[in-house]
Each structure stands twice: as C-alpha cells, then as structure tokens.
C-alpha cells in the first residue's frame, strides 16, 4: 500500500526555519517527481516546490531563495527546508506523486507563523 507521511509542522515565530519531512512507503520516492504543495482555507492549492527523480528542482517565486526541496534515497524521504518564514506561509503542507496512474498524497502537515 502506497504511503506518504509528512511530518515536521508547527507553530514558529516570522523569520524563523522549519523542514518538514515526506516519507514514502510502498514507493521509491527517488524515481519518482515529489511535489510540496500548501493549502488555506478558502484558498487554491499552490505548488510550492518540485523535486525530480534526476535533482532537478522548482520553486514558486514566493518561496525562491528561502526555501530548499532535497531528498534523501537511502530514507525514501523528501524534504523542505523553510527559512526566513512570513506569516503568509502559513497552510497546511503536503506533498505529492504520481504512481501506478494516480496522484498520492500525504494527510498534510500544519505550519503556522506567528508572533
């Protein structure tokens, strides 16, 4: 059974870092393009960041330079390292693959900034 698990959420004050983690199970992450997507409510969901199989990475203009999307093979995780965190990146974080025809997501994991 495919598995995504997003960990690494929480409450932080404006500036600082998180990293949250996407671990996979029942698929090799490392073939696979990641994606980080971030939801509120009543808003689109927003592509965040992109990783594909071969490293090559993506970012949304809003988060370009603060945040970082990298993976780790030998854990079958792919993370994103925040920093320099705004009140408006503040969502529920989730990442994504595509596998066997289908899209699969992760429950999601909160941030929230604030002072």
């Known amino acids: 059974q495919v598995q995504l698990e997003e960990s690494g959420g929480g409450l932080v004050q404006p500036g600082g870092s998180l990293r949250l983690s996407c671990a996979g199970s029942?698929?090799?992450?490392?073939?696979?393009?990641v994606d980080w997507y971030r939801q509120t409510p009543g808003k689109r969901r927003e592509l965040v960041a992109s990783?594909?199989?071969?490293?090559?990475?993506n970012y949304a203009d809003s988060v370009k330079d603060r945040f970082a999307i990298s993976r780790d093979n030998d854990k079958n995780t792919v993370f994103l390292q925040m920093n320099s965190l705004k009140s408006t990146d503040s969502a529920t974080y989730s990442c994504h693959a595509l596998y066997n025809w289908r899209a699969w997501w992760g429950q999601g994991t909160q941030v929230t900034v604030s002072s």
């Open positions: 029942g698929i090799d992450l490392s073939d696979r393009t």
């Open positions: 990783i594909r199989s071969g490293g090559r990475t």
